[in-house]
């Protein structure tokens, strides 16, 4: 089991950059497939970024492809988000995931009902 922590959200102007963290606990973080997911005022919840077990797997959404990168450090229990050339609709509530996957297979890492753990979210707001 593991409880992902996130931080790093903030206010940023357009074209800046930020690297959100997730910490999280538990001795079996390395078997665990990480996912960021983010949620705009009065929409759906999305999926923005995952990585699988292996360290090497990662999908990212079509909107944030090129701009953004998830990476993982097992050793700390931390998934990093590093996000470049924000744009306004970046803006929202950044939520980081965990669901105990060691595949590979795209239908279950970007799938935010397969994942099981979840953050409380960081608010990422970028001006124009």
């Known amino acids: 089991q593991v ?3 996130e931080s790093g959200g903030g206010l940023v102007q357009a074209g800046g950059s930020l690297r959100l963290s997730c910490a ?3 001795r079996t973080f390395s078997s665990y497939a990480m996912g960021w997911f983010r949620q705009a005022p009065g929409k759906e919840r999305e999926f923005a970024a995952a990585i699988g077990s292996d360290d090497y797997t990662t999908y990212y959404a079509d ?13 700390k229990n931390t998934v990093y988000l ?12 950044y939520y980081c995931a965990a669901q105990q996957y060691t595949g590979w297979r795209a239908a279950i890492l970007t799938d935010g009902i397969r994942y099981t753990y979840w953050g409380q ?3 990422v707001t970028v001006s124009s």
């Open 3 to 5: 409880q992902p922590v």
């Open 24 to 26: 999280a606990s538990g």
């Open 63 to 75: 909107s944030v492809k090129g701009r953004f990168t998830i990476s993982r450090d097992n050793a």
């Open 82 to 93: 590093q996000m470049n050339s924000l744009k306004p609709e970046d803006t929202a509530v």
């Open 121 to 123: 979210g960081t608010q």
